[in-house]
């Protein structure tokens, strides 16, 4: 426990020019300092692949998505952003997703889905960006979200990395 | 020479008498609305103070305009969905809420967070309590009108930020707690931007004191203002840094130390007579003590480097991507954990100490997958109520500091 000191203002404090005079001096002193502002729509922060921004469908090779439609990102998302219904299709993987819908304006980018998904096909891009004339267009569909797996390489390396921990011991399960 | 608290409380309270007395306006009360849009009320706080002249007769606090109904929403969506929903209740200090919810699940579940994960927590934590002072200084100073301290106060807080950006993805409502501890292990880049940004740090917190303690207007507008005796802070429950401003040495992180706090050393300021200038002297050293426990747990973390950081624990904890492919096994823990997480029957509450104060969720579980009741004390709630008894006799122009110093988050407040 420390008791806080309480400061009684001295002459010169409270004469309250010289105080003015010290503050102008600081003024004077930031204006040739290194500008701090960023100027945000022209200067955006730089996207690496820890930014978390929409989730995208991957694309396979073959122009097929990754996705299964099993669910789960659906039932782990907290804001019910995502709905999905599957079908059948004559690929090898035989389940694809008939509609698979993320409503941009519910979607809180928490990457619960991210997390979720078994079959690696969804995954958070760097596209933060959103803007619309109507709420309708702003509820992305198959064609709006889908990625090929290429442009989204570096968050999947980099969310097997995190991941990495267990690598060794999980053998024990 | 010093006075005593109750003195300058006596003294107070007849020169408000005395005040009132003296208005030429005296006897014609109004009735004025501040808030709920007003900017000085920090949120959506309605205040409807009853005049008389420039001095408050009475004041109401009306809250309840930003009621989203989380504790609801909590029992509705399950256990692990309503991580993003804490961040949304103090959101100046998303991750402390997370790693409150956290901590009261674990304790119902009976999981243990392995060590480096604990390290994490509280190295988040002491981040956010930083940065929720940061919002406090900034803001209040902005609504008595220094503008200056408002930008030095968001420069520091930009560095956090860009910490957190660097580390969660994220620069607000970041999600990163899970239970069992959290989402990743800090890595090279966010760790140098934190090491960079502490060594600095205490230099700034100087700087802001240069400003404000000897300031005249800083001090004119705060010293004597509000003042919360001992047995009132306690009678009225208030908590945080209103607490120990009052000078009763109260911190959670002392009294019962949760995710290894004891190892840490670092002091708790309190204040003698409990105005909004002690206040603001517990917040500024609380900051600086913050920023040392900050850098023992980056120490910590080097020391511990490649411990695990999430449990292991596979009926709450889901497996790792990479096993999911290769183990059916851990693919069906995948989909149970995802759609249906259940915890034990019982009942938890293990409290934090926020930048606000006790900030805890009571928990009960039936068993099933989602919670039968999630209570939230939120320690703003208490803060709040505490405004008319000190505002009544003050000058309508206190309120600002006086709602300043208090330093309360209406999504908290209201949920
Ligand atoms: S979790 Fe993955 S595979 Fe399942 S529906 Fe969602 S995106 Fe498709
Ligand atoms: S990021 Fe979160 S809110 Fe958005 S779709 Fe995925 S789970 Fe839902």
């Avoid at chain 2, 409380?9 to 849009?37: C, I, S, T, W």
């Avoid at chain 2, 917040?283 to 411990?307: H, Y």
Wanted: overall charge negative; aromatic content about 10%; hydrophobic content about 40%.
């Amino acid at each position: 426990m420390v008791i806080v000191k309480r400061k009684e203002l001295s002459f010169a404090e409270r004469l309250y020019l010289p105080e003015i005079f010290r503050a102008l001096s600081l003024t004077f002193r930031n204006m040739f300092q290194r500008e701090i502002t960023r100027q945000y729509p022209e200067e955006p922060l730089p996207k690496t692949e820890v930014t978390r921004g929409q989730p995208r469908l991957v694309e396979l090779e073959e122009g097929s998505l990754a996705c299964v439609s099993c669910g789960l990102c659906e039932a782990a998302c907290p804001a019910y952003a995502i709905t999905i219904d599957g079908g059948e299709t004559e690929n090898f993987i035989e389940r694809e997703p008939k509609l698979f819908e993320i409503d941009m304006l519910r979607c809180i980018l928490c990457g619960f889905c991210e997390e979720a998904c078994p079959k690696d096909a969804i995954f958070m891009s760097d596209e933060l960006e959103l803007a619309g004339f109507t709420r309708k267009g702003l509820v992305y569909g198959i064609d709006k979200l889908r990625r090929p797996r290429a442009a989204l390489q570096k968050r999947i390396d980099y969310v097997y990395r995190i991941n990495d921990r267990w690598r060794n011991s999980s053998s024990t399960h | 020479m010093s006075t005593t608290r109750s003195q300058v409380f006596e003294y107070e309270r007849g020169a408000a008498a005395q005040e009132l007395k003296d208005d030429p306006l005296h006897g014609e009360a109004m009735v004025l609305n501040m808030g709920p849009q007003h900017p000085a009320t920090h949120g959506v706080l309605r205040l409807v103070v009853t005049l008389d002249g420039e001095t408050m007769r009475d004041v109401d606090a009306d809250v309840g305009y930003l009621h989203r109904g989380k504790e609801k929403t909590c029992e509705s969506l399950g256990w692990a969905k309503f991580f993003p929903h804490t961040d949304r209740l103090d959101y100046v200090q998303p991750l402390a809420n997370n790693i409150a919810y956290a901590l009261s699940i674990e304790k119902l579940a009976g999981i243990q967070v392995p060590e480096r994960g604990q390290i994490l927590r509280v190295l988040l934590m002491e981040v956010s309590r930083i940065a929720a002072h940061l919002i406090y200084l900034g803001t209040t100073c902005i609504d008595l009108g220094a503008i200056t301290m408002f930008f030095a106060c968001f420069k520091e807080r930009e560095t956090i930020y860009n910490f957190l950006d660097a580390y969660t993805g994220h620069r607000m409502n970041n999600t990163y707690v899970r239970i069992g501890g959290v989402y990743a292990d800090l890595d090279e880049t966010s760790t140098g931007i934190l090491r960079t940004w502490l060594k600095d740090f205490p230099r700034a917190v100087d700087t802001f004191e240069k400003f404000l303690t000897g300031n005249r207007i800083w001090y004119d507008r705060n010293r004597n203002i509000g003042i919360i005796d001992r047995q009132m802070a306690l009678d009225w429950s208030l908590n945080g840094p209103n607490l120990r401003g009052a000078g009763v040495d109260a911190d959670l992180r002392k009294l019962e130390p949760y995710s290894g706090y004891e190892r840490y050393d670092f002091e708790v300021p309190v204040g003698t007579v409990g105005d909004c200038y002690d206040r603001y002297l517990v917040r500024v050293e609380e900051m600086r003590q913050s920023a040392r426990i900050c850098v023992q747990a980056l120490d910590l973390l080097e020391k511990t480097k490649g411990g695990e950081f999430l449990s292991e624990d596979r009926r709450y904890v889901l497996p790792p991507k990479g096993d999911v492919h290769r183990s059916m096994e851990e693919l069906i823990f995948q989909f149970k954990i995802v759609t249906d997480l259940r915890l034990p029957k019982g009942e938890a509450y293990v409290p934090i100490e926020s930048s606000k104060g006790e900030l805890g969720f009571y928990l009960v579980s039936d068993g099933t997958a989602k919670p039968q009741r999630c209570h939230i004390r939120a320690p703003g709630l208490m803060n709040v109520q505490a405004i008319p008894i000190l505002s009544r006799g003050r000058l309508l122009s206190d309120m600002v500091s006086l709602i300043g110093s208090l330093d309360f988050v209406m999504g908290e407040v209201d949920r």
